[in-house]
């Protein structure tokens, strides 16, 4: 079952702008992570938000998380050409985290950065 | 991608064959996952495994199977049971709440 909806399903964007992505989910969770997958790649983890954490900072990328919503954004900011890739939220709900956790990846959004 | 390998990139299944997806990681992770991506879809998990000689099934295990005998490896078995196999498959491990993701398989039947 997926549990995280991204919004919008598509951006497109001049270089040099913000992109702000976002995902609801809909139970109660331990974290929140956005990863990012190239055409054709596997996917690579960009940042994880913990539950009882409310923003994080890595970079150019600045997430959000709203429990009292269930949603969390991603920002980033001053986009790059090379920031064209497919962004999934995922989340966590497993009782323990670890070599327990199990993750639920939404449908994911395409971002195209044009130069 | 880590010190994830996947092989091969690309399967060519053929009707009512068994084919095995190979899954390798030398991260020194306990925990192992395979998920199925189709086109404009996210990450759907068929099997995990947590620790050696044990695994358990995820949302869509049917047609599918694996094995865990040894750490750094956990192969998948797409069946012939699996009536749609055509999809990108995904091996990630785990390290403390982070998933490693390996290059990705792309299953097509001939």
């Known amino acids: 079952s997926q549990q995280g909806e991204e919004d919008p399903q598509a951006l497109s964007i001049q270089e040099g702008e913000n992109a702000t992505m976002n995902c609801s989910y809909k139970?109660?969770?331990?974290?929140l992570q956005w990863y990012r997958q190239n055409s054709g790649r596997g996917l690579v983890h960009l940042i994880l938000?913990?539950?009882?954490?409310r923003e994080k900072h890595s970079g150019r990328l600045r997430v959000t998380l709203d429990t009292s919503k269930k949603s969390s954004s991603l920002l980033i900011t001053a986009s790059r050409a090379a920031d064209t890739a497919s962004y999934f939220c995922?989340?966590?709900?497993?009782?323990?985290?670890?070599?327990?956790?199990?993750?639920?990846f939404g449908k994911g959004i395409t971002l195209s950065v044009r130069p | 991608d880590g010190g994830i390998t996947q092989s091969p990139k690309y399967l060519f299944r053929k009707e009512g064959q068994n084919v095995t997806l190979s899954c390798e990681q030398n991260?020194?992770?306990?925990?192992m996952y395979w998920y199925r991506q189709d086109p404009g879809q996210g990450l759907r998990l068929i099997y995990y495994s947590q620790i050696v000689n044990d695994f358990q099934k995820g949302d869509i295990a049917e047609g599918y199977s694996v094995s865990r005998e040894k750490k750094e490896s956990f192969p998948l078995t797409v069946t012939s049971a699996q009536k749609n196999p055509t999809a990108f498959y995904l091996c990630?491990?785990?390290?403390?709440?982070?998933?490693?993701f390996g290059p990705g398989t792309r299953l097509l039947v001939l």
């Open positions: 991260l020194n992770h306990d925990a």
């Open positions: 990630a491990s785990i390290n403390g709440e982070t998933q490693y």
């Open positions: 139970t109660s969770i331990n974290n």
């Open positions: 938000i913990r539950s009882n954490e």
């Open positions: 995922a989340t966590d709900s497993s009782l323990y985290t670890g070599a327990n956790s199990k993750l639920t």
